[in-house]
């Protein structure tokens, strides 16, 4: 459990703001169209995807987790001694019998592509077959087209009250209500202080490009589109994203980027090995040779900024990766 967070905790139970009335089973979540019901506290769930993971870390809920999937960076230090208690059924994705077969009272899923209509997992009807609840991250599905585009299409800008919505219902079908509210309490707070670390600054001409990978150095790279989670991180800060799609992640031209010129480059750092570009040292070696990508001029004032891939996600990393971005505009230099 967080630091921070087991201590915002405490002062909310002592001071009675967190207390919350017991979950009446059963309990019927509405969930991205489909209602999912839980005749009690679920003793055995699987993760298809980090974010889910490690906000049910954070809850504290370790220990009801038998299986883990979809991992972009390596766990959070603070959740090292409850994930190495938990099978990782797979680095990417998941089998199906690979979930049932951990007999799950819970599939919590972040990305509809995995757990959906055309899910490389399974459908959530494949699974209600079994009567196992799946609960999709509404972060995924709320304002979103995952019919469209290799990520989806964002219909509606992400909001991050998504994020506060899946940890409070999480919290609700574990019957752990009061963590929900310490932990939205303790990721408020982060928000804030990102936004107040630039307050009053003018940021009317600062720019950003998020580069997430590449299924080759040679080939389009996968950046932020509009109205996505990254967007978010950076229309929070004031900051303007230099792509116009709408796409999660479009491919987009170098030369293109290269004569919008952000003022900020944001590269994901992952530990998973997909692509090539996966490895952030090969973004750095690649932005710093191209005849292109090294004429910008984030790459010649080293305006670089290295975040985790899952801080560019819907969880409790991009909190984080909001305060450290921040940071780096606040003061003009990169994180070393």
Same mark, same amino acid.
Request: with cysteine.
């Given at each position: 459990?967080?630091?921070?967070?087991?201590?915002?905790?405490?002062?909310? %139970?002592?001071?009675?703001?967190?207390?919350?009335?017991? /979950?009446?089973?059963?309990?019927?979540?509405?969930?991205?169209?489909?209602?999912?019901?839980?005749?009690?506290?679920?003793?055995?769930?699987? /993760?298809?995807?980090?974010?889910?993971?490690?906000?049910? +870390? @954070?809850?504290?809920?370790? #220990?009801?987790?038998?299986?883990?999937?979809?991992?972009?960076?390596?766990?959070?230090?603070?959740?090292?001694?409850?994930?190495?208690?938990?099978?990782?059924?797979? #680095?990417?994705?998941?089998?199906?019998?690979?979930?049932?077969?951990?007999?799950?009272?819970?599939?919590?899923?972040?990305?509809?592509?995995?757990?959906?209509? $055309?899910?490389?997992?399974?459908?959530?009807?494949? *699974? %209600?077959?079994?009567?196992?609840?799946?609960?999709?991250?509404?972060?995924?599905?709320?304002?979103?087209?995952?019919?469209?585009?290799?990520?989806? /299409?964002?219909?509606?800008?992400?909001?991050?009250?998504?994020? +506060?919505?899946?940890?409070?219902?999480?919290? /609700?079908? *574990?019957?752990?209500?009061?963590?929900?509210? @310490?932990?939205?309490?303790?990721?408020?707070?982060?928000?804030?202080?990102?936004?107040? $670390?630039?307050?009053?600054?003018?940021?009317?001409?600062?720019?950003?490009? *998020?580069?997430?990978?590449?299924? #080759?150095?040679?080939?389009?790279?996968?950046?932020?589109?509009?109205?996505?989670?990254?967007?978010?991180?950076?229309?929070?800060?004031?900051?303007?994203?230099?792509?116009?799609?709408?796409?999660?992640?479009?491919?987009?031209?170098?030369?293109?980027?290269?004569?919008?010129?952000?003022?900020?480059?944001?590269?994901?750092?992952?530990?998973?090995?997909? *692509?090539?570009?996966?490895?952030?040292?090969?973004?750095?070696?690649?932005?710093?040779?191209?005849?292109?990508?090294?004429?910008?001029?984030?790459?010649?004032?080293?305006?670089?900024?290295?975040?985790?891939?899952? @801080?560019?996600?819907?969880?409790?990393?991009?909190?984080?990766?909001?305060?450290?971005?921040?940071?780096?505009?606040?003061?003009?230099?990169?994180?070393?």
């Amino acid at each position: 459990m967080l630091p921070r967070f087991a201590t915002l905790l405490a002062g909310l %139970s002592l001071t009675g703001l967190a207390q919350a009335a017991a /979950t009446q089973y059963p309990l019927t979540v509405e969930n991205c169209g489909l209602p999912q019901t839980f005749a009690q506290a679920p003793e055995r769930a699987v /993760t298809i995807g980090q974010a889910g993971t490690e906000m049910l +870390y @954070a809850l504290g809920l370790g #220990d009801k987790l038998v299986g883990t999937s979809l991992w972009f960076n390596n766990v959070l230090p603070e959740f090292q001694a409850q994930n190495d208690k938990v099978e990782r059924l797979a #680095d990417n994705d998941p089998s199906f019998e690979a979930v049932v077969g951990k007999r799950p009272q819970l599939v919590a899923v972040q990305f509809e592509w995995m757990v959906g209509p $055309q899910g490389s997992v399974g459908t959530r009807e494949q *699974f %209600s077959e079994l009567k196992i609840p799946t609960y999709l991250l509404p972060s995924d599905c709320e304002g979103k087209d995952n019919l469209v585009g290799a990520d989806g /299409t964002r219909l509606q800008p992400f909001k991050v009250d998504s994020i +506060y919505k899946s940890i409070s219902q999480l919290a /609700t079908i *574990f019957d752990v209500q009061d963590r929900g509210v @310490a932990l939205n309490a303790d990721l408020q707070a982060r928000l804030d202080k990102a936004k107040r $670390q630039l307050a009053g600054k003018d940021l009317s001409g600062t720019s950003a490009l *998020f580069w997430f990978s590449s299924a #080759d150095l040679a080939t389009d790279p996968y950046v932020a589109g509009r109205q996505g989670v990254a967007d978010f991180m950076l229309q929070t800060l004031g900051v303007r994203n230099v792509v116009e799609s709408h796409e999660e992640w479009p491919t987009v031209g170098w030369e293109t980027l290269a004569k919008a010129n952000p003022t900020w480059l944001i590269i994901a750092r992952m530990d998973r090995r997909r *692509f090539p570009a996966d490895d952030y040292r090969k973004k750095l070696e690649f932005l710093r040779n191209d005849p292109v990508a090294r004429n910008m001029d984030a790459v010649k004032n080293n305006r670089i900024v290295i975040l985790d891939a899952d @801080a560019m996600q819907a969880g409790i990393r991009l909190f984080r990766g909001l305060e450290t971005l921040s940071t780096a505009i606040a003061t003009g230099k990169a994180p070393e």
